[in-house]
């Protein structure tokens, strides 16, 4: 039930969102930060944040006096050029979003007319009960249109060995490794065609998880019994995002809504069944500072996998807060915490992550 009304509150922000939105032909904030016809100069950005420079934007947007010449051309009221943010920040998984959320907004995309855009780095950190996770992710953005990423994860089993062997079984891994090879494509531009339209981003992840089929070989079978059927999987994914200028206490709120089909267990962590699922994400951002920004993530979870006590609960819906700071024109410091439910044998009620990330 609860999912049933999440989705249906989802799709009444949807419905009503364009009323507050801005009007049709309007940029989002990031390709306002990003486009050199409009966004402040060098000079400018040294002394204002990027909230400050937003609202001025918008505010000249609002301002702009548009002069029909003799030839029918019209004239538009620009700001000075500039550099975009470096925002979004990076998942875990190595896609442009917040912590396990993806955004419709790619990463270091560079400004108008750009071909080839300058790559873009992360490392995370994030700590479940025991258990913990390492990321090291980088992406790089074509035409602004194409965001190609990979990102390597090792998977700290925690005190999973040792309940496996309390099991009368043996194991020899108290690690595995999980590579993500990630695609996405800008299908919608947002506020396209002269409408409040969101950002439509598709995309397809390929992973490949290092030392599972190890694992299940060690302890006779285990996780086969449970449901593991392959090594490596595919998610596809479609998310949209879009930007309120002025709609919480006159700062830009960011709205993102996305669909996951995917068969892996735990993201992947624990390999993949033969049975695919689609959940959906949510991910609420806004700025509340000039360098500050804040956010909640949902992402809704299946179980692909049967249960065993003691070893491999059920999978819980995760739920997150995060808080990222802009350091400069190129790097962003996030830390977050979260709510994963069951994770392995254990649960993860109270994870939390960090995150550092650099754009060139």
């Known amino acids: 039930m609860r999912r049933i009304c999440l989705v249906a509150m989802l799709g009444l922000l949807w419905m009503v969102g364009p009323l507050w939105a801005a009007e049709p032909g309007r940029p989002t904030w990031l390709a306002l930060a990003a486009d050199p016809d409009v966004a402040p ?9 990027w909230l400050s420079r937003l609202m001025q934007l918008a505010q000249a947007e609002e301002k702009a006096e548009v002069k029909a010449v003799a030839k029918k051309e019209v004239v538009v009221e620009k700001a000075p050029a500039g550099d975009g943010p470096p925002l979004p920040l990076h998942t875990i998984e190595g896609v442009g979003g917040a912590l396990t959320v993806p955004m419709a907004y790619l990463v270091n995309p560079g400004p108008p007319g750009t071909t080839i855009g ?75 065609f002269g409408l409040p339209l969101p950002a439509v981003v598709a995309g397809v992840q390929f992973k490949v998880n290092g030392g599972i089929m190890g694992m299940d ?13 392959r090594r490596n999987g595919v998610d596809f994914t479609l998310h949209m995002s879009k930007m309120f200028p002025k709609l919480l206490l006159g700062r830009p709120l960011i709205l993102t809504f996305g669909l996951r089909n995917s068969s892996a267990s735990n993201i992947g962590y624990t390999g993949f069944s033969d049975t695919c699922e689609t959940t959906i994400e949510v991910d609420v951002v806004t700025l509340v500072t000039d360098r500050l920004a804040v956010g909640y993530e949902y992402r809704m979870k ?31 410091i996030a830390g977050a915490w979260g709510y994963m439910g069951p994770v392995g044998n254990t649960f993860g009620n109270c994870a939390w992550g960090l995150q550092f990330k650099y754009e060139f």
């Open 41 to 49: 100069a060098p000079e400018a950005r040294r002394s204002e944040g």
């Open 118 to 192: 300058l790559p873009s780095a992360s490392a995370t950190a994030l700590f479940v009960g025991k258990k913990n996770v390492q990321s090291f992710a980088i992406s790089q953005t074509f035409f602004r249109r194409i965001e190609i990423s990979y990102a390597f994860n090792r998977f700290d089993l925690g005190t999973l060995p040792k309940a496996i062997v309390k099991a009368g079984l043996r194991v020899r891994r108290q690690e595995v490794y999980l590579h993500h090879f990630n695609i996405r494509g800008l299908l919608v531009e947002e506020n396209s």
């Open 217 to 229: 070989d060690s302890t006779n079978g285990v996780l086969t019994g449970l449901g593991l059927e």
């Open 302 to 332: 299946e179980n692909p996998y049967n249960k065993a006590r003691g070893i491999l609960n059920d999978e819980d819906d995760w739920h997150a807060i995060r808080a990222a700071y802009i350091i400069n024109d190129h790097c962003t």
